[in-house]
Every structure is written in C-alpha cells, then in structure tokens.
C-alpha cells in the first residue's frame, strides 16, 4: 500500500531552553538528517524545533527533501519563514499536508542574536485563520483529494481547528507530548495523536471510495458489537415478558423492551448512517518501537557518538 | 447477424466490467511521528 510518512512537529529539543546543553545541537542535527533519510516528506515547525533559531532550522534542511512547513510563522515584516504547504500524490490520491506553528501575543527573537547585525524576529499568527484559509487553497486550487494539518500547537488549539475548519480532514497535534490515543472526530476533522519520543509511529490507513467525510471503521466495528449485545439483551427481555406471570413483572419488562429497542433502533440508524453516508474510512493503528523491533547498526553507530551506551542520558 | 437482446446485454455488460474494475478503492497509508522531543535513542 502507498505510504507518506510525515511529522507533526516539536522533534529536535527536549525543551524550550535545552539549547544551551552540550549536545542539543547534534542531536537536533541528526534528527533532521535521519528524519529526511527514512523518507518523512514534511514536519511542522514547533515551539521545540525552535530553540536555535529559524537560520539552523533551514541551513539544516538546505540539501533535504523533507519539507519544513508553517502556514503563520512570520518574520518582523509578516513574510512567511516556511511554505505553508506540500502537495504530493500518493498511490493516486492527491494529499495536501498544512504545518502550522504556536500563535505568539508579541514578536519574539528568530534565533540567537549576531554581533553587528540586526535581530532577526518572528511571530505565530493566529492557527485557525491560518489554517482555515490554507486548507481551502488546497481543496479549490490544488484539487486535493485530502487535507492533513500537522499542528504543532496546544491540544486545545488543535480541538478548535478540527471542530471549525471545514476543509481538514485530519490534525495530527503535537506540543505537551500526549502519547498515544484515540482518532478523535470533531465537528470537520479528526485529531489524530502521533505518539511521542519516538516510541511509536502511527499508522492511519485511508480508503477512499468518492467524496465525503472520513468514519472511523473501529468506531463501526464498537457499535456492531454493541448492536450485537444490545440485540442478545432484547431477545432475553422478551423472553422473561413472555413468561412474566404478575403485573409488577410484566411492567418492569416491558419498559426494559422499550428501553432496548429504542436503543437499538438508534445503533442500527448510526451503522446505516455510516455505510451509507461516506465512502472514506479511516483506521488508526500503532507499532511500538520498542526492543523487538530491530535497529539500524549504521544509524547507531551515529546516536552512540552523541549518546554513548550506559550514559546517563540513555 | 441477428443479436437478441439478451446477448447485446451479457456484451454491454462485458464492455462495462473493465470500467467497473477501475473505479476500485484508493488505499493508502499515513505514518506520524511527533514530540520526539530531541530523543534518539528511545528506550521504549
């Protein structure tokens, strides 16, 4: 199956002022050359990718393939830092993948200051504009298929893009570091949590059959076996009706039949809604990185350079 | 040749198999990373 790898941000630093420790800037350095050598074709800007300014970002994804992508990030004179967006084809389907950064209230600093020259300064729109006004570039201009933001910005940031921006059909958020999680469906889009601290990589499988909003296929999959449970419920409830003798009894299930197959009626309209209503389904997965899941001998060849085995750091 | 109607329905559907293997489902798949964090070596 056809696979775009993508990242959603706040990669390189463990922190906001990490960037003073010994080796920040060989782990960042390395990150981004490991990054475009597995093939992740964007990452969005965050508040973590930051720490050394926005000159190290580009100067060190000059030569790379991977994009680096913010659809607000400005400098003093509001010109963008960093493309908005990438469009690419994948398997057929025309993907387009908006990066968008943390709001800042004020400017700030665009990296560390450089004797005798003016200081570089930046600042974070506001998201949902930002996004809202990218996303329907894409639809209308670029005709893509789907619309995917990497949103490098606080979870609740990330809750009203998906919940207002009608033209996105998933936000994968990063910024606290929240782990692992559910697809979660808002009002338009679906956040998608990415994992964190390369501990696992997220794998949402797309199949697109015509136009209309992506349906969570395990969201199907609990209500059928809810459905299921409901229904085995119900067969039971009419039987105890059935040989119900007293009148306290044969109140007490009926209402209990009532009650189920109100329930029922309402799971099946949600399945028949599903199936009928959206030929795009989604299904997000992770594979844990852990032991069991081989290393690179090259590749950490270059991590023990930085980070020796049995450091304190490891 | 004097083709019933039945055999110009069997050919047209024929004709139209290939239209209708074509508009199969598109797949794909997305893979995420994200706040890695500056970790390079994750000890699961």
């Known amino acids: 199956m056809p696979v775009l790898v993508l990242d959603a941000g706040n990669a390189l630093f463990k922190s906001r002022d990490s960037g003073e420790a010994p080796d920040a800037k060989a782990r960042a350095e390395l990150l981004l050359s490991q990054m475009d050598a597995q093939g992740t074709a964007a990452m969005a800007v965050g508040e973590r990718d930051l720490v050394l300014g926005v000159d190290f970002l580009k100067k060190g994804t000059k030569k790379a393939k991977m994009k680096l992508l913010s659809a607000n990030l400005v400098d003093g004179e509001g010109k963008p830092y960093f493309p908005a967006s990438l469009v690419t084809d994948v398997g057929g389907v025309k993907v387009g993948v908006v990066g968008v950064s943390p709001a800042t209230e004020a400017p700030r600093p665009a990296g560390p200051p450089v004797k005798g020259k003016p200081q570089p300064m930046m600042r974070g729109l506001p998201v949902q504009p930002a996004v809202a006004a990218e996303a329907r570039r894409l639809r209308e201009q670029d005709k893509v298929d789907v619309v995917v933001v990497l ?130 389904t989604h299904l997000l997965s992770y594979t844990q990185l852990g032991a069991e899941v081989p290393g690179d001998p090259a590749v950490q060849k270059l991590v023990e350079r930085i980070e020796p085995p049995g450091s304190a750091a490891h | 040749m004097n083709l019933r109607p039945t055999r110009l329905a069997a050919l047209a559907l024929l004709l139209l198999l290939p239209l209708v293997a074509g508009a199969a489902p598109k797949q794909l798949v997305l893979l995420f990373t994200g706040d890695n964090g500056g970790e390079i070596a994750p000890c699961g």
């Open chain 1, 151 to 280: 949103a490098a910005v606080p979870y609740d940031e990330a809750l009203r893009v998906a919940a207002q921006a009608e033209n996105v059909d998933f936000v994968v958020q990063s910024h606290e570091g929240r782990g692992v999680g559910i697809a979660q469906r808002q009002a338009f889009a679906t956040v998608v949590p990415p994992g964190d601290r390369g501990r696992q990589l997220a794998r949402l499988e797309l199949t697109l059959d015509g136009p209309g909003r992506f349906v969570d296929i395990s969201e199907r999959e609990r209500t059928r076996q809810n459905l299921g449970i409901v229904e085995a419920n119900l067969a039971k409830a009419r039987e105890k009706l059935a040989s119900a003798t007293d009148d306290a009894s044969k109140q007490s299930y009926t209402q209990a039949v009532s009650s189920l197959e109100a329930r029922q009626a309402a799971l099946k309209k949600v399945l028949e809604g599903g199936a009928t209503s959206s030929g795009r």
